[in-house]
């Protein structure tokens, strides 16, 4: 069990700082680790997000600390829940094609990694790259429903795609798109919860895990939510662009392990 609280928290603390939720810590890391079933360690790592995001979100809006663009995070968040309910359904419809589980994790790990590798890219050059300030909220639900899918269909909550969604189309800091990242990966992982319970897909699991998973989650958001008072963007990004390229190579073993298994 302390696995399941170590990799729920410390994936917690980064992503409260960094704005990533932690599901793309999580979900490659006991993939990689092979504790769970996949279908189990997305809907642990789901969880996990919600119960992180929730309380990161609440308390900074309790605050009036949040950093939150209403005006532009709302439309993004309802979008995302959209989005959400179609990616729960686009990840059931691939594992249903798979009878090696090991090949649809390899299917997430791919696709993660190939946003992963993006976002990296995106970030360590995106000085030289010109944004935009999209503020058309039709423009916003779209983008928030692309969202969405990606992050339930890959089990992460949101992760590094939505900050460099947040960075080109609204021309948001790094700490600020942090804050509505969350934001957005708080209704995304809800809808995709509600989509579970509604459609009865809930995988088999472990409820002491659950609830050191969601422990963790919790405990996480508080400490990253104070470390990321004390830190400057420069350092939130550094923090970033590591951990972006420490999940790329997760995510390469991890595809490499699922078609081996498939074989």
């Known amino acids: 069990m302390a696995i399941f609280f170590l990799v729920s928290f410390l994936a917690s603390v980064v992503g409260a700082i960094c704005g990533i939720g932690g599901g793309v810590v999580i979900k490659p890391v006991l993939d990689m680790l092979g504790l769970e079933t996949v279908a189990a360690i997305s809907f642990l790592s789901g969880c996990t997000v919600l119960s992180m995001s929730c309380y990161s979100v609440t308390r900074s809006l309790a605050k009036g600390d949040s950093g939150v663009d209403l005006r532009t995070g709302t439309p993004l968040a309802l979008g995302a829940a959209l989005g959400g309910l179609v990616g729960k359904q686009l990840f059931e419809l691939v594992r249903s094609l798979f009878a090696d589980q090991g090949m649809v994790g390899a299917v997430q790990a791919a696709c993660l990694g190939v946003i992963t590798l993006g976002t990296l890219v995106y970030t360590i050059n995106k000085s030289r790259i010109p944004t935009h300030k999209i503020a058309a909220a039709p423009v916003c639900v779209a983008i928030g429903l692309a969202l969405g899918v990606m992050s339930s269909f890959l089990g992460i909550g949101g992760g590094p795609i939505n900050l460099v969604v947040l960075y080109f189309f609204f021309s948001m800091d790094t700490k600020t798109a ?23 897909t809930v995988p088999p699991f472990r409820w002491p895990v659950l609830l050191v998973m969601v422990a963790g989650g919790i405990g996480g958001g508080m400490a990253g939510r104070v470390l990321n008072k004390r830190m400057d963007n420069r350092l939130v990004e550094r923090l970033f662009i590591g951990l972006m390229g420490l999940i790329v190579a997760i995510c390469v073993y991890n595809v490499w392990r699922g078609l081996g298994g498939a074989g």
């Open 178 to 200: 942090a804050a509505n990242s969350l934001y957005i990966i708080l209704f995304s992982q809800l809808a995709s919860l509600i989509t579970t319970l509604a459609t009865r």
